[in-house]
């Protein structure tokens, strides 16, 4: 593939996207439809991995006088793509305002002290972007000691900058370049969500809500060198919790029509990324895995994971779909979720895990006090973080709900067996009763404990999914009860005789050796999936390793399973 544009994976600067001969999705129609639907505060609401912090870039470098001009050559940034057939809005916009633009995604910490130091620190370095300000003929005396407080720092590097002025900081900073470029201010705040969602997590809530809303407020409602703002976050917290007071304030979330091309991969970019890339064969696994999410009415592909898999593929480590979701931050909330969730919110989530679909009522503008406060709640965030969306318009204020694809459905899938695990170790005598029913052969015990378990989980029903990934979700619910014991050698999928048994364990100071096969039962014909099992263990000698390995007695079992029913069988 010489010659090919590279896959930006990771790459969130717009400059270096377009410098660094990376391969660009032409999202500059943003641009357009930003100028043509005027608000002077807009924030978006997308999942995390769609986009957002790229398309921030590239209105900094659109604005932002003087940013736009292509290094080593007299064009823009922006030639070729899909903004600069706009010649008017260009002449008019492209390179003429000031622009403040900061992220807010490492404004966190184990406190609220921690918290604004990191703060400062954000607002300090962009700050210091703007240095010429100290020779600027149109600053008065008091106007440069205000920009001396923002930018000045202690001997360990540390910005010094008051509270007071620190909630103040982007209104005056906004204030001092007016003054100098005699034009308002473009501000535009990535991530503006995440110091609440640590401060909730960490104790400090109404601290940070406080400072926030009165740092945003003076920003955006009392300020007259503001020209506009886009602020960008996942979840689309409530207008009375720091948004207060504020007019001319548009929303923009997944539900919304307008810019819904413009975060995420459509279907057309993605076919055409692939053609590019000579991975065409590859459409129908990208389709399955990535794609989905519908925004507005528009299907949508998560971005994050197109690129990383087309550089998997480019690079060769990989041919098959992979989870590149997972990596990129906490799935606590699904575990959380589940951890909560009653028999009929189980039930649920079993539907929606085979592929169903189920209708809630969705809250889109939350405070984090509400996201524990009930259930209901909870939904309203899988949906508004992406592990749920929409499908299909609102039907009498109620939203149909689904996971978008196999990726999420795998993070479910994991998280689920996750919490199981969890909650079967709380019982350590039901535990304890279930796996020594394995050593002594009481096929019963194993029978009743076994359904006990599968009871309390969740379920794959009997839909459309392959026998195999039925019958890997039993043998990993087993594999989870095992793997709890002390003294077990465990081992899955190892070779063993002429194949690869299911589950194999080795308890060497009893010196029994077990060999599992584990079957899905179609239409529930127990008796016939429990002797192939056993067929196929006796069959493959399955239990010539456990012997060479020392084992004295070996235990045979053939186990069938349907639903939350099962059968088992020695032999």
Same mark, same amino acid.
């Given at each position: 593939?010489?010659?090919?544009?590279?896959?930006?994976?990771?790459?969130?600067?717009?400059?270096?996207?377009?410098?660094?001969? $990376?391969?660009?999705?032409?999202?500059?129609?943003?641009?357009?439809?930003?100028?043509?639907?005027?608000?002077?505060?807009?924030?978006?609401?997308?999942?995390?991995?769609?986009?957002?912090?790229?398309?921030?870039?590239?209105?900094?470098?659109?604005?932002?006088?003087?940013?736009?001009?292509?290094?080593?050559?007299?064009?823009?940034?922006?030639?070729?793509?899909?903004?600069?057939?706009?010649?008017?809005?260009?002449?008019?916009?492209?390179?003429?305002?000031?622009?403040?633009?900061?992220?807010?995604?490492?404004?966190?910490?184990?406190?609220?002290?921690?918290?604004?130091?990191?703060?400062?620190?954000?607002?300090?370095?962009?700050?210091?972007?703007?240095?010429?300000?100290?020779?600027?003929?149109?600053?008065?005396?008091?106007?440069?000691?205000?920009?001396?407080?923002?930018?000045?720092?202690?001997?360990?590097?540390? $910005?010094?900058?008051?509270?007071?002025?620190?909630?103040?900081?982007?209104?005056?900073?906004?204030?001092?370049?007016?003054?100098?470029?005699?034009?308002?201010?473009?501000?535009?705040?990535?991530?503006?969500?995440?110091?609440?969602?640590?401060?909730?997590?960490?104790?400090? =809530?109404?601290?940070?809500?406080?400072?926030?809303?009165?740092?945003?407020?003076?920003?955006?409602?009392?300020?007259?060198?503001?020209?506009?703002?886009?602020?960008?976050?996942?979840?689309?917290?409530?207008?009375?919790?720091?948004?207060?007071?504020?007019?001319?304030?548009?929303?923009?979330?997944?539900?919304?029509?307008?810019?819904?091309?413009?975060?995420?991969?459509?279907?057309?970019?993605?076919?055409?990324?692939?053609?590019?890339?000579? $991975?065409?064969?590859? =459409?129908?696994?990208?389709?399955?895995?990535?794609?989905?999410?519908?925004?507005?009415?528009?299907?949508?592909?998560?971005?994050?994971?197109?690129?990383?898999?087309?550089?998997?593929?480019?690079?060769?480590?990989?041919?098959?779909?992979?989870?590149?979701?997972?990596?990129?931050?906490?799935?606590?909330?699904?575990?959380?979720?589940?951890?909560?969730?009653?028999?009929?919110?189980?039930?649920?989530?079993?539907?929606?895990?085979?592929?169903?679909?189920?209708?809630?009522?969705?809250?889109?503008?939350?405070?984090?006090?509400?996201?524990?406060?009930?259930?209901?709640?909870?939904?309203?965030?899988?949906?508004?973080?992406?592990?749920?969306?929409?499908?299909?318009?609102?039907?009498?204020?109620?939203?149909?709900?689904?996971?978008?694809?196999?990726?999420?459905?795998? /993070?479910?899938?994991?998280?689920?067996?996750?919490?199981?695990?969890?909650?079967?170790?709380?019982?350590?005598?039901?535990?304890?009763?279930?796996?020594?029913?394995?050593?002594?052969?009481?096929?019963?015990?194993?029978?009743?404990?076994?359904?006990? =378990?599968?009871?309390?989980?969740?379920?794959?029903?009997?839909?459309?999914?392959?026998?195999?990934?039925?019958?890997?979700?039993?043998?990993?619910?087993?594999?989870?009860?095992?793997?709890?014991?002390?003294?077990?050698?465990?081992?899955?999928?190892?070779?063993?005789?002429?194949? =690869?048994?299911?589950?194999?364990?080795?308890?060497?100071?009893?010196?029994?050796? /077990?060999?599992?096969?584990?079957?899905?039962?179609?239409?529930?014909?127990?008796?016939?999936?429990?002797?192939?099992?056993?067929?196929?263990?006796?069959?493959?000698?399955?239990?010539?390793?456990?012997?060479?390995?020392?084992?004295?007695?070996?235990?045979?079992?053939?186990?069938?399973?349907?639903?939350?029913?099962?059968?088992?069988?020695?032999?």
């Amino acid at each position: 593939m010489e010659g090919k544009a590279k896959l930006p994976m990771g790459i969130e600067n717009f400059m270096e996207m377009r410098t660094g001969g $990376f391969y660009y999705v032409d999202k500059t129609g943003l641009i357009k439809t930003l100028l043509e639907n005027p608000g002077k505060v807009n924030l978006f609401t997308r999942p995390r991995r769609f986009g957002k912090t790229l398309n921030m870039s590239m209105l900094r470098y659109f604005f932002e006088t003087g940013s736009n001009i292509m290094p080593f050559d007299n064009g823009t940034m922006f030639d070729g793509l899909e903004i600069s057939k706009e010649k008017g809005l260009c002449d008019q916009f492209m390179g003429k305002f000031p622009v403040i633009s900061i992220t807010l995604k490492g404004a966190t910490g184990e406190n609220f002290t921690e918290a604004k130091s990191m703060l400062r620190r954000i607002i300090g370095k962009e700050a210091l972007q703007f240095q010429f300000l100290m020779k600027s003929d149109r600053l008065t005396e008091t106007d440069l000691r205000q920009y001396e407080a923002l930018v000045s720092m202690d001997k360990t590097g540390a $910005f010094t900058m008051s509270d007071e002025l620190l909630k103040d900081s982007l209104q005056t900073l906004s204030q001092l370049l007016h003054r100098h470029y005699g034009k308002s201010v473009i501000m535009l705040i990535d991530e503006y969500d995440v110091p609440l969602d640590k401060a909730y997590q960490s104790g400090y =809530y109404d601290s940070m809500v406080e400072l926030v809303r009165i740092l945003f407020g003076n920003a955006f409602k009392t300020n007259d060198s503001l020209k506009f703002a886009v602020l960008t976050g996942c979840l689309r917290i409530s207008k009375e919790s720091i948004f207060t007071g504020l007019n001319n304030f548009k929303i923009y979330t997944v539900k919304d029509v307008r810019y819904n091309e413009y975060f995420g991969f459509t279907d057309t970019e993605v076919k055409q990324m692939l053609e590019y890339y000579g $991975f065409s064969e590859q =459409y129908g696994a990208v389709k399955e895995w990535y794609d989905g999410y519908l925004f507005g009415s528009l299907g949508i592909y998560c971005p994050w994971d197109v690129i990383n898999y087309c550089g998997d593929l480019r690079d060769g480590s990989v041919t098959e779909p992979q989870n590149y979701w997972v990596n990129t931050s906490s799935n606590d909330i699904i575990r959380r979720f589940i951890s909560r969730a009653d028999a009929t919110t189980r039930n649920e989530i079993e539907l929606l895990v085979n592929g169903e679909s189920i209708r809630k009522k969705i809250r889109q503008e939350l405070t984090y006090r509400d996201l524990d406060s009930s259930t209901d709640n909870l939904w309203s965030i899988l949906f508004t973080t992406g592990y749920l969306t929409q499908c299909g318009k609102d039907d009498g204020g109620m939203t149909v709900l689904a996971i978008p694809n196999k990726e999420i459905q795998w /993070i479910f899938r994991e998280q689920i067996q996750d919490w199981f695990n969890i909650e079967t170790r709380k019982d350590t005598q039901k535990l304890e009763k279930f796996c020594r029913a394995f050593m002594e052969n009481d096929t019963d015990t194993i029978e009743k404990e076994f359904a006990s =378990y599968l009871r309390k989980t969740i379920s794959i029903r009997d839909t459309g999914a392959r026998k195999e990934m039925k019958e890997n979700f039993y043998h990993g619910i087993l594999l989870g009860l095992f793997g709890n014991l002390d003294g077990w050698k465990v081992k899955s999928n190892a070779e063993s005789g002429d194949g =690869y048994s299911d589950i194999s364990v080795e308890i060497e100071d009893q010196e029994i050796g /077990i060999v599992i096969e584990l079957k899905y039962a179609e239409n529930a014909a127990f008796d016939n999936a429990c002797q192939e099992a056993l067929k196929q263990i006796n069959d493959r000698n399955y239990e010539e390793t456990l012997i060479d390995d020392g084992m004295i007695t070996i235990r045979k079992y053939g186990i069938a399973c349907y639903k939350r029913r099962c059968k088992v069988i020695s032999g």
